[in-house]
């Protein structure tokens, strides 16, 4: 027993999956994955002629393009910077605007061997890889799509690909990315409903409506129910930690030597608190013992009422326990899986969970083997939806068939 692709139309070797039906005189192709006797290969597809080596490098320059131009978001989005101010790329060391000569995409970073060429200060490898992912992405989305549906799998890819690199560096999705996938899947899916095997324009609007809702409605479930599972996590000290507050532009930090909590890092709802145990704690000049301090996101709470600023800056204390907030995934996550269910229809939306929980399971074991660190280590979930949401645009749901397939022929 082998995984083999068949071709349904004999004229063309097998690009991948494609599932197209002829529709108004239109010719297609529709490829898919089977599980039968065979010579144990799987054919792959590459350009036939001249004409289709042409378009395949134009597939490269463009995806290394567009991943040029996401460098620019990965980099600004999540600072709160404009992508179209400056217009211009500029070294993130001495901020000095890059010229189109030493911005060509994969090109300049190997000439300039990873530096900038004013300053000499390393660029990260990363913008080449973004925009080599971007480049093999396009070029895939060619050799397995037909032009419609690449073009708006294109919008697809390069919204994954910036959400992945964001959250990996940020812990973040932002909201232009999520929502605006969300946007972007329901408006394309009107115009090509082949994305969702439709051919009227309002039956794919549904689709991508109804594989929006799923995405976002089913993963808030989860996120909700980790929430009152897993919400709280009790911190013990062997001994009294010293602790104080302080001031960071709008938000409160809480300090214990040199460690710094800033609320930021602890809040993702209004309605969460940190909570400390104290020893000993210096309020208004008086020292009570065995007290509690409520730390929350706009506030503190300290001998049964909220703090003014100036008190808050005098609150000292020592504490054993905090019982620190923390939630199963973000919310950006919810948002971004929404996204996918619009592009991708709700039979993803499964998919995408299951795969990403299995890589992300793998990935977390290894990465705490490898560091020997907890299970409060924190790793962004974002990059393993985009993954599997991408094994599901390249043959995901033939995968799933055959996975379900193999379940039943196991004698139980």
Known sequence: MSLCLESTDSRRRPRGRIRENVDGGRASRAFRFSVGPSEGRVDAMFPSSPFEWLFAGFAIVLGAIVGSFLNV????????????????????????????????????WLVLRGKCAFCSAPISLRYFGVELLTALLFLALWLTQPIPLALVYAVFVALVVA???????????????????????????????????????????LQALLGAAVGYFGLWAVVEGGKLAFGKKKVNFDEALPFHFERDKEQWVLVSGEDRLPAEEV???????????????????????????????????AGGHSLEEAEILKLKGTMTRMIVPREAMGFGDVKFLAGIGAFLGWQAVAFTVFSASVVGAVVGISFMLAKKEGWGTKLPFGPYLALGALIWLFGGDELWRWYFARLALVDY
């Open 73 to 108: 978001v990965i980099h600004r989005l999540p600072r709160g910077l404009s992508v179209n101010e400056p217009k211009r790329s500029f070294c993130p060391s001495c901020e000095k605007q890059i010229p189109w000569y030493h911005n060509l995409p994969l090109v300049s």
């Open 163 to 205: 959400a992945t690199f964001i959250d990996f560096e940020h812990y973040i999705i932002p909201d232009e990315i999520t929502w605006g996938s969300v946007f972007a899947g329901v408006i394309l899916s009107c115009i090509v409903p082949a994305m969702h095997d439709q051919t009227i324009w309002w039956q794919g609007a």
């Open 267 to 301: 809040f993702s709802r209004e309605s969460d608190e940190l909570l400390i145990t104290c020893r000993t704690l210096n309020l208004a000049g008086k020292t009570l013992k065995e007290n509690e301090v409520r730390f929350r996101w706009d506030r503190v709470v």
